[in-house]
């Protein structure tokens, strides 16, 4: 299901067995590559792979500059940081003593690019810290969006009660919160409550003048921010962000697809 949130009603697309996404070059080889061939692979060091080679000179480093989202799938080169972090970190959770495997040059390339992410961590961290510092000097218009925040409409709330009691169902979900058709496959419903909305909307354009005359004054975004978008956290507002995934997002799925990510089984 992809939901999309549109003034207090989530509109949600019913989930296909195939997505029409067309895989990238290295997901159609994996694809076609039999079970056994992507176990040995295991048994290799991946540095070595001619492939992974070809897309980390083709690639270059991702991250480094943040220049672009998805620059690597727009321009189809592989991923290979990616692919070479992943691959060892599987080994190490998989197999003792699994980096023996390995060249030690591999060894050195892959330490070097953890360094690399390691130091990007960190200086994210410190910008968070920043940004919590600099959202505590804004005035907020309501307060209680930062801590107590309930905003569902009432349907929406009588859904997140059932939930947690254990006591919902799909077909009583959809009665409680109006679900609709819009369209064969497309589904709507009320999410959240018109005096949340309104007191939303207002917060964000406040903070939005705040900020403005914050990239005016200092001519860049505020630390720990993007300048060219607006997130809830970057105003303190991820309380609400939590209220929404952990009271109805988490366990809803939890009742469609049961904990492991499966189909659950039909409703009584």
Request: glycine share 8%; with cysteine; charged share 25%.
């Amino acid at each position: 299901m992809i939901g999309v949130p549109c003034l207090g009603r989530v509109f949600g697309k019913k989930a296909t067995a195939i997505d029409p996404i067309k895989a990238s070059p290295c997901e159609e080889a994996l694809q076609r590559q039999p079970e056994e061939e992507g176990l040995a692979m295991l048994t290799a060091d991946p540095t070595q792979a001619p492939e992974w080679r070809a897309g980390r000179e083709v690639g270059g480093a991702q991250g480094a500059s943040g220049a672009s989202i998805n620059a690597k799938v727009l321009q189809r080169a592989a991923p290979y940081e990616m692919s070479l972090l992943l691959h060892a970190m599987y080994g190490l959770d998989q197999y003792p003593q699994y980096l023996l495997k390995w060249r030690a040059a591999g060894l050195d390339e892959a330490i070097d690019l953890l360094e690399r992410r390691l130091e990007e961590a960190r200086e994210a961290r410190d910008a968070l810290g920043k940004r919590a510092a600099y959202v505590a000097t804004y005035a907020p218009l309501y307060p209680e969006l930062r801590s107590r925040v309930e905003p569902f409409s009432p349907g929406a709330a009588a859904a997140v009660r059932e939930l947690a009691e254990g006591t919902a169902t799909v077909a009583r979900l959809g009665a409680l919160c109006d679900l609709v058709e819009e369209t064969p496959g497309v589904y709507s419903f009320e999410l959240l409550s018109a005096d949340f909305c309104h007191k939303l909307r207002a917060e964000l354009a406040s903070y939005a003048r705040f900020r403005d005359a914050y990239v005016e004054r200092e001519g860049r975004a505020p630390p720990g921010t993007l300048r060219e978008r607006l997130q809830l956290v970057d105003a303190g507002l991820d309380a609400v962000e939590d209220a929404i995934f952990a009271n109805l997002a988490k366990p809803l799925a939890k009742l469609l697809f049961g904990s492991s990510g499966s189909p659950a089984p039909p409703p009584r």
